[in-house]
C-alpha cells in the first residue's frame, strides 16, 4: 500500500465474541487465591459466622471461566477497540490524542512505583513527592501563574475544583449570595457550564459574533457585580485565537469578577501565549491530552489546577511542598476547599507526564507547539479542497490554531449524508471514529480534527485521503455510508431508540437477561 | 542545546518534511500562524524546565533514579489500607491494562471501539452480580465522589436536602463530598457506638426526619467491624422517605450479603481491590450502582453504556444509555458534570472478576477473615494492646495503644526500623484524635502466618 493513501481493505478484528458470561461453565477457574495456613485456619474456626446477619447465602453469579478464556476474551475486545497508540488518531478533535509512550508505561509499571501506599510516612515516598512538586512547577512554567494542584482527577474535575474555589472565594467575603453568576462561552467545554452549575452558580453563555469570537459586547453586557467570575476556552473548540481575550478579562475584573482559563488544550501553546499574559487568576491543564498521557478509554486522568497567590488560600489540600530538605503533603491550607479526590492526586499520570515534559524540554515542547499548527493548517488546507466540507466560520480571514470544526452541511444537503453516516465509515478505512462537537451543534454536520505533533505527513495525507473516498461515495452511492461500518468490529446499531426507552435499555446482562432473553 | 535531533515523538520536525509542508502552506514558520496571538499576549521568555533527556536510556537512569528514593509495601511488611489495599493483582489484569488499545483509546463511538464497550459493559455486570443491581455506571474519580454523586441523585429524586453520614466514615472521603454537596445539601454526621463501633442507631432515629434525603453507611466500616445493623439502618431511612446509600467494599462481597438484599438503593465504592495497583492513591476508582428504574438511571450524571442490537441479527451493538442525562449532552441542564474518569481502571476490574470467579471471591473473602482472626487474637494478646470492636471484621480492625503509654508515631517508628509500615494512625488531626493513640490496621490475602507473626513479634517488642 502506498504510504499517505487510504487503506481500502482494512477490516478491524471481529470475533463475534459472547458476553464474558456466556462463556462461563459451572466449576471452571481461572484464579486461585493465595491459601490460608492450615495453622491460621485451626485457631480461626467458622469466621463467616461472624459475618451474622450480612452473611452471604448465595455466591454471587459471576461467570465461571479459565485462565485462557479470560486473557483471550480481554486481548480480542482489546483488538475491537482502536487506540490512538495503534491508529492515525487525528480524529479525536479537542482530546489531543498524541503518542503515548512505552517508556513511561514502564515508569507505571514498576514496583518502586506500583507498589506504594498514599498513606506512607512521608520519609519513605520522597521519590513520589519529588515528581508530583517538580511536574506542580513545570505546570506553573507553563502556565505563568503561582501555585498548582495536581489532585483533580481529569480535566473536568480540576475546571470543577475551580468552581468550588471560586464558591470559597465569594462565600470568604460574605457575598456568595450576590456574586451568584457565572459566565461561559457557548464554544467553551461544556464543563465551563455545568461545573459551575453543579456548584451552585447560574450560567450565562455567550455566543460567537461573525468571526466565530465571543461577543465581546456581549460579555460586556452580561458582566455585573453579579458576575462571580467568566470561565472560558482559548482557542475555543473551533480552533481560533480569541485576539481580545486580555480585554474580556479586564471587563470581568473591572467588575470584581474573578477569570478561569480552560486551558484543556495547551498542547498548540506551549510556551508560546499563557494564562498569565492574558490576565486570568486560575487555569487547568488535561494533563492526559497536552503531556503525552494515555487516555485510557476515558482515564485515569489528572486536572492539573493552577492559580495566583490571591487564589492559594482556597485551594484543595493536600498540595506538595518542599522545605529545603524534604518533600511533604502541605495540608496547612487556612481556606482550603478540602479534598476534590482522595489523596495526592492520579499519581500514574503524573509519573508518566513528568517523564515527557523530561524527555522533551523547553525547545521540544516549543516545537510540539509549532509543528501542532503547522499539521493543523496543512490538514485544513488539502481538506477544505474536497468538496461537500467546509468549516466554522470558513471565511473570516483568521488562521487557525491546533484544530478546525469542519461542517459536512453541505454534503448533508447534497446527498443526504450526514456527519454521523461519515464517522461511521471512516471506521472502514481504519480511522477511529472522529469527534463531531460537544452540544449543541452550532455548527451543523460537524467534525472536528487535531493533528497535534506525534502526527507524521504521511498520517495526515492518509486522513485527507479517507476523508476524499468517502465523501466521493456520498455523492455516488449514499446508501454505502448509511449502513456503515462495514469493515468495523460490529454493525450499525438498528434501533438506537431503545438505548433511550427504560423497558429496553440493558445496562448490564442481568438487566439484558431480563428484558431481552426471558421470553 | 548542542545538538539539535529529530525528536522521536515529532516526525514532521524532520526538516525535510518540515520544508515541504511549509511551502505547501507558503509560509515561513509557525509563526505566520501564531501571528493571530497579539504580541502583549505572546509570552516572550523561556519555561524554566531541565534540558531533555533525549536518549530513551537516559531518561529512564533519570526517572527509575527518582523512583529509587521510595520505599515500597512489598520491600517492607504493610499494615496500611482505609481506602487503598494492598491485594494481590493477577498477571492477566496487567496485561489487559498494558494494552496499547485500551490503554490509548478514549471517547470514540462502538462503532470503532466496540471492545472498549463492551468490556465496560461486562465491567458493570460483574460489579452487578456482586451487588445484585442491574443499573451499574461506568467507573468515576473514585469512591469519593461516587458518594457525592449518589447524594446528589437521591437530594435530586426525593427534593430533600440533608444527607445524614455515618461518623465514622473515611475524613477524606468527608471531606470530598462536603465541598461536592455545597451549597445546598447539608451533611450531617450520625454518632458512632464506642463499643462496637457501628452506627449509633439512637443517633440516627434523633437525625432522622421528613428532611432526610439519604443516609450513607459504609460496609466494612472505616474501622473495619462489619455494619450488621445494615437492614435495619435501611427501615428506619425508608419509613422516613429517605434513599438509602451504602459504601461497600467489593472484595468482600464474595462472603457479605449483597446490599440490594440489606435494602440498599444506590451503593458505592471502589474498584481498586479488584486488580488494580495502589499507585500512590492513584489506583482509585469509584463504582455507583443501582436498581434499574427510571427515576434512579435518570439521575446519573456518568456515562452508561447498553448492550443492543445491529443492523446483523444476531450481533451485539453497543451505545451510550439516556445521553442526554449528560452534560456532555445539556451542559448546565445536565446532572452535575462527566468527564475523563478511570474507564482503564474499571476494564481491569471486570477482567479481574472474571478471573476470580464465585468460588475466587468467596475465597478470597473467607481467607482473608481468617487471617484476620488470626491477627486480632494474636495482637490482642499484647499486654496493654487491645483490639477495638472485636469479632466482627473483614479486613481491618483498630489497634488501641492508649494502655502502652506510647503515641502511635512512637511505636510506628520503631516497626519502620523493622521494615513495617503500621496502619493509618487515627490520633491524627485529619483522622480520629478524640480515639486516642489508636489505629487501623489492614490484612489482605497476600500476608502469610509468618507476616503476621512478625508484626506481633515486632509490636510486642515495642509496646
Request: proline share 5%; net charge negative.
Given at each position: 500500500m502506498?504510504?499517505g493513501?487510504a487503506r481500502n481493505k482494512?477490516?478491524?478484528a471481529r470475533w ?8 462461563s461453565?459451572?466449576g471452571v477457574?481461572?484464579?486461585i ?14 469466621v ?13 453469579e459471576l461467570?465461571e471461566?479459565?485462565q485462557?478464556?479470560?486473557?483471550s476474551?480481554w486481548?480480542r475486545l482489546?483488538?475491537?477497540?482502536m487506540?490512538?497508540n ?5 480524529s ?5 490524542m498524541?503518542y503515548n ?7 507505571a509499571?514498576n514496583?518502586?512505583f506500583?507498589?506504594?501506599h498514599?498513606?506512607q510516612d512521608?520519609d519513605t ?5 519529588e515528581i508530583?512538586y517538580?511536574f506542580?512547577?513545570f505546570m ?6 503561582d501555585h498548582c494542584s495536581?489532585?483533580?482527577?481529569g480535566?473536568?474535575?480540576?475546571v470543577y475544583?475551580?468552581?468550588s474555589?471560586i464558591?470559597q472565594?465569594?462565600?470568604?467575603r460574605?457575598a456568595?449570595d450576590t456574586r451568584d ?12 457550564a ?6 451552585g452558580?447560574k450560567?450565562i453563555t455567550?455566543?460567537?459574533d461573525?468571526?466565530g469570537i ?5 460579555i460586556r453586557a452580561?458582566a455585573?457585580e ?11 473548540d ?5 485576539p481580545r481575550v486580555?480585554e474580556v478579562?479586564k471587563i470581568?475584573?473591572?467588575v470584581g469578577?474573578l ?10 501553546f506551549l510556551?508560546?501565549a499563557?494564562?498569565?499574559e ?6 487547568h491543564?488535561?494533563?492526559h491530552k ?5 487516555h485510557?478509554?476515558s482515564?485515569?486522568?489528572?486536572g492539573a ?8 488560600p482556597?485551594?484543595?489540600v ?5 522545605d529545603n ?9 487556612p481556606?482550603?476547599?478540602?479534598h476534590?479526590r482522595?489523596y495526592?492526586g492520579?499519581?500514574g499520570v ?6 515527557w515534559v523530561?524527555?522533551m524540554?523547553?525547545d521540544?515542547?516549543?516545537q510540539?507547539a509549532?509543528?501542532?499548527v503547522?499539521?493543523n493548517?496543512?490538514l485544513?488546507?488539502?481538506?477544505l479542497q ?17 484544530q478546525?470544526?469542519?461542517?459536512f452541511?453541505k454534503l448533508?444537503?447534497?446527498?443526504d449524508v450526514?456527519t454521523?453516516?461519515?464517522n461511521?465509515r471512516i ?5 477511529p ?5 460537544h452540544?449543541?451543534w452550532?455548527?451543523?454536520?460537524p467534525m472536528?480534527l487535531e493533528p ?5 505527513l ?5 486522513y485527507?485521503d479517507v476523508?476524499?473516498?468517502v465523501v466521493?461515495?456520498?455523492y455516488?452511492?449514499p ?7 462495514h469493515?468495523?468490529s460490529s454493525h ?8 433511550d ?6 445496562l ?6 431480563r428484558k431481552h432473553?426471558s421470553? | 542545546?548542542s545538538k ?9 520536525g524532520?526538516p525535510?518534511?518540515?520544508e515541504?509542508?511549509?511551502?505547501e502552506l507558503n ?7 501564531f501571528?493571530e496571538?497579539?504580541k502583549?499576549?505572546r509570552f516572550?521568555?523561556?519555561m524554566?524546565?531541565?534540558?531533555p533527556k533525549l536518549?530513551?536510556?537516559e ?5 527509575e533514579g527518582?523512583l529509587?528514593k521510595?520505599?515500597t509495601?512489598?520491600d517492607n ?14 498477571a ?5 491494562g498494558?494494552r496499547?488499545?485500551f490503554l ?14 463492551q468490556?465496560?459493559f461486562e ?5 452487578g452480580d456482586?451487588?445484585?443491581m442491574e443499573a451499574?455506571?461506568?467507573p468515576t474519580?473514585?469512591w ?6 449518589a447524594?446528589r ?5 426525593n427534593?430533600r436536602?440533608e444527607?445524614l ?6 475524613p477524606?472521603r ?6 461536592y454537596?455545597k451549597?445546598?445539601?447539608s451533611l450531617?454526621?450520625?454518632?458512632f ?8 442507631l439512637d443517633d440516627?432515629?434523633r ?22 445493623q445494615?437492614e435495619?439502618i435501611a ?5 422516613v422517605?429517605?434513599?438509602?446509600i451504602a459504601g ?5 462481597l464474595?462472603?457479605?450479603k449483597?446490599?440490594?438484599?440489606y435494602?440498599?438503593?444506590i451503593?458505592v ?7 488494580i495497583?495502589m499507585q ?5 476508582s ?5 436498581r434499574?428504574?427510571?427515576k434512579y438511571?435518570?439521575e446519573y ?5 447498553g448492550v443492543?442490537s445491529t443492523?446483523q441479527e444476531g450481533e451485539?451493538g453497543f451505545?451510550h444509555v439516556?445521553y442526554?442525562?449528560t452534560s456532555?449532552?445539556?451542559r448546565?441542564?445536565?446532572k452535575?458534570?462527566?468527564g475523563?474518569?478511570?474507564?482503564l ?6 477482567v479481574y ?6 468460588e ?5 473473602g473467607?481467607?482473608i477473615?481468617q487471617r484476620v482472626a ?6 490482642d494478646?499484647?499486654?496493654?494492646v487491645?483490639v477495638?470492636y ?8 483498630v489497634?488501641?495503644?492508649?494502655e502502652?503509654?506510647k503515641?502511635?508515631?512512637t511505636i510506628?517508628?520503631?516497626?519502620k ?7 493509618i494512625?487515627?490520633?491524627?488531626s485529619r483522622?480520629?484524635p478524640?480515639?486516642g493513640?489508636?489505629a487501623?490496621y489492614?490484612i ?6 509468618e507476616?503476621?507473626d512478625r508484626l506481633?513479634?515486632a509490636l510486642?517488642?515495642?509496646?
Amino acid at each position: 500500500m502506498p504510504k499517505g493513501k487510504a487503506r481500502n481493505k482494512f477490516q478491524q478484528a471481529r470475533w463475534e465474541e459472547p458476553i464474558i458470561h456466556e462463556l462461563s461453565n459451572k466449576g471452571v477457574r481461572g484464579l486461585i487465591p493465595p491459601r490460608v495456613e492450615a495453622e491460621i485456619q485451626a485457631t480461626t474456626g467458622k469466621v463467616l459466622d461472624n459475618l451474622k446477619t450480612m452473611r452471604r447465602e448465595e455466591a454471587p453469579e459471576l461467570p465461571e471461566v479459565s485462565q485462557k478464556t479470560v486473557l483471550s476474551h480481554w486481548l480480542r475486545l482489546s483488538q475491537e477497540t482502536m487506540g490512538s497508540n495503534i491508529g492515525n488518531d487525528i480524529s479525536e478533535g479537542t482530546c489531543t490524542m498524541k503518542y503515548n509512550p512505552r517508556i513511561n508505561e514502564e515508569f507505571a509499571s514498576n514496583p518502586l512505583f506500583t507498589d506504594l501506599h498514599p498513606m506512607q510516612d512521608e520519609d519513605t515516598v520522597q521519590g513520589m513527592l519529588e515528581i508530583y512538586y517538580k511536574f506542580q512547577n513545570f505546570m506553573k512554567e507553563v502556565s505563568g501563574l503561582d501555585h498548582c494542584s495536581l489532585q483533580p482527577g481529569g480535566g473536568n474535575h480540576a475546571v470543577y475544583t475551580a468552581a468550588s474555589m471560586i464558591r470559597q472565594y465569594w462565600s470568604d467575603r460574605g457575598a456568595l449570595d450576590t456574586r451568584d453568576e457565572i459566565i461561559t462561552t457557548i464554544f467553551s467545554h461544556p464543563s465551563d457550564a455545568a461545573t459551575p452549575a453543579t456548584a451552585g452558580f447560574k450560567i450565562i453563555t455567550i455566543y460567537p459574533d461573525e468571526n466565530g469570537i465571543p461577543d465581546i459586547e456581549a460579555i460586556r453586557a452580561a458582566a455585573s457585580e453579579r458576575t462571580a467570575a467568566i470561565f472560558m476556552t482559548n482557542p475555543e473548540d473551533i480552533g481560533i485565537y480569541n485576539p481580545r481575550v486580555d480585554e474580556v478579562v479586564k471587563i470581568i475584573h473591572d467588575v470584581g469578577g474573578l477569570c478561569f482559563y480552560d486551558q484543556a488544550n495547551a498542547n498548540a501553546f506551549l510556551g508560546v501565549a499563557r494564562a498569565r499574559e492574558a490576565g486570568f487568576d486560575m487555569c487547568h491543564f488535561n494533563v492526559h491530552k497536552t503531556f503525552g498521557t494515555p487516555h485510557g478509554c476515558s482515564g485515569p486522568g489528572t486536572g492539573a489546577f493552577c492559580c495566583l497567590d490571591r487564589m492559594y488560600p482556597y485551594m484543595p489540600v493536600p498540595v506538595v511542598d518542599f522545605d529545603n530538605e524534604k518533600y511533604f503533603l502541605n495540608y496547612d491550607i487556612p481556606k482550603t476547599i478540602g479534598h476534590v479526590r482522595d489523596y495526592a492526586g492520579v499519581s500514574g499520570v503524573v509519573l508518566k507526564a513528568y517523564a515527557w515534559v523530561m524527555s522533551m524540554g523547553h525547545d521540544y515542547m516549543r516545537q510540539a507547539a509549532d509543528v501542532s499548527v503547522i499539521n493543523n493548517n496543512y490538514l485544513e488546507k488539502q481538506i477544505l479542497q474536497i468538496k461537500g466540507i467546509t468549516s466554522a466560520f470558513q471565511d473570516n480571514g483568521i488562521t487557525r490554531q491546533e484544530q478546525v470544526r469542519y461542517s459536512f452541511e453541505k454534503l448533508k444537503e447534497d446527498t443526504d449524508v450526514g456527519t454521523d453516516d461519515v464517522n461511521a465509515r471512516i471506521v472502514d478505512f481504519g480511522l477511529p471514529s472522529y469527534w463531531t462537537s460537544h452540544h449543541p451543534w452550532v455548527i451543523p454536520e460537524p467534525m472536528t480534527l487535531e493533528p497535534c505533533e506525534t502526527y507524521s505527513l504521511d498520517d495526515l495525507n492518509e486522513y485527507v485521503d479517507v476523508l476524499r473516498k468517502v465523501v466521493d461515495e456520498a455523492y455516488s452511492d449514499p446508501e454505502l455510508l448509511k449502513t456503515a461500518p462495514h469493515a468495523s468490529s460490529s454493525h450499525r446499531r438498528n434501533k438506537p431508540e431503545e438505548l433511550d426507552d427504560p423497558d429496553k435499555w440493558a445496562l448490564t446482562w442481568r438487566a439484558y437477561q431480563r428484558k431481552h432473553l426471558s421470553n | 542545546m548542542s545538538k539539535k535531533f529529530v525528536h522521536p515523538y515529532i516526525p514532521n520536525g524532520a526538516p525535510e518534511l518540515m520544508e515541504q509542508m511549509l511551502k505547501e502552506l507558503n509560509i515561513s514558520s509557525s509563526e505566520d500562524i501564531f501571528k493571530e496571538i497579539p504580541k502583549h499576549l505572546r509570552f516572550q521568555g523561556r519555561m524554566n524546565i531541565p534540558e531533555p533527556k533525549l536518549s530513551e536510556y537516559e531518561l529512564k537512569r533519570h526517572v527509575e533514579g527518582i523512583l529509587k528514593k521510595n520505599q515500597t509495601t512489598s520491600d517492607n511488611l504493610s499494615f496500611l489500607g482505609g481506602g487503598t489495599w494492598d491485594h494481590y493483582v493477577p498477571a492477566v489484569c496487567d496485561t489487559i491494562g498494558q494494552r496499547d488499545e485500551f490503554l490509548s483509546a478514549y471517547v470514540g463511538d462502538a462503532y470503532s471501539d466496540h471492545g472498549k464497550y463492551q468490556a465496560l459493559f461486562e465491567s458493570s455486570s460483574m460489579i452487578g452480580d456482586l451487588l445484585k443491581m442491574e443499573a451499574v455506571s461506568t467507573p468515576t474519580y473514585d469512591w469519593a465522589n461516587a458518594i457525592g454523586i449518589a447524594a446528589r441523585m437521591a437530594s435530586r429524586i426525593n427534593g430533600r436536602k440533608e444527607v445524614l453520614v455515618a461518623g465514622s466514615m473515611s475524613p477524606s472521603r468527608f471531606s470530598v463530598i462536603n465541598n461536592y454537596l455545597k451549597p445546598e445539601i447539608s451533611l450531617i454526621k450520625i454518632a458512632f457506638d464506642k463499643t462496637t463501633g457501628l452506627m449509633d442507631l439512637d443517633d440516627l432515629k434523633r437525625k432522622l426526619s421528613d428532611k432526610t434525603s439519604s443516609v450513607y453507611f459504609e460496609n466494612p466500616t472505616y474501622f473495619g467491624p462489619v455494619e450488621h445493623q445494615g437492614e435495619k439502618i435501611a427501615e428506619m431511612a425508608h419509613a422516613v422517605g429517605a434513599e438509602v446509600i451504602a459504601g461497600v467494599d467489593p472484595s468482600s462481597l464474595g462472603v457479605m450479603k449483597a446490599p440490594s438484599d440489606y435494602g440498599v438503593d444506590i451503593c458505592v465504592g471502589d474498584l481498586q481491590p479488584l486488580g488494580i495497583h495502589m499507585q500512590y492513591g492513584g489506583g482509585l476508582s469509584g463504582y455507583i450502582a443501582s436498581r434499574d428504574e427510571e427515576k434512579y438511571v435518570a439521575e446519573y450524571p456518568t456515562l452508561l453504556f447498553g448492550v443492543t442490537s445491529t443492523l446483523q441479527e444476531g450481533e451485539y451493538g453497543f451505545g451510550h444509555v439516556f445521553y442526554e442525562r449528560t452534560s456532555y449532552a445539556s451542559r448546565e441542564k445536565g446532572k452535575d458534570f462527566i468527564g475523563t474518569t478511570t474507564s482503564l481502571f474499571g476494564i481491569i476490574a471486570g477482567v479481574y472478576l472474571a478471573l476470580m470467579g464465585p468460588e475466587g471471591m468467596r475465597e478470597l473473602g473467607e481467607g482473608i477473615m481468617q487471617r484476620v482472626a488470626y491477627a486480632v487474637e494474636q495482637i490482642d494478646a499484647i499486654p496493654n494492646v487491645k483490639v477495638l470492636y472485636k469479632d466482627n471484621f473483614f479486613k481491618e480492625f483498630v489497634i488501641d495503644f492508649n494502655e502502652t503509654g506510647k503515641t502511635v508515631e512512637t511505636i510506628h517508628k520503631a516497626l519502620k526500623t523493622m521494615g513495617i509500615f503500621g496502619g493509618i494512625d487515627l490520633s491524627c488531626s485529619r483522622q480520629f484524635p478524640e480515639m486516642g493513640e489508636a489505629a487501623i490496621y489492614a490484612i489482605t490475602e497476600k500476608m502469610t502466618k509468618e507476616d503476621i507473626d512478625r508484626l506481633v513479634t515486632a509490636l510486642r517488642k515495642v509496646c
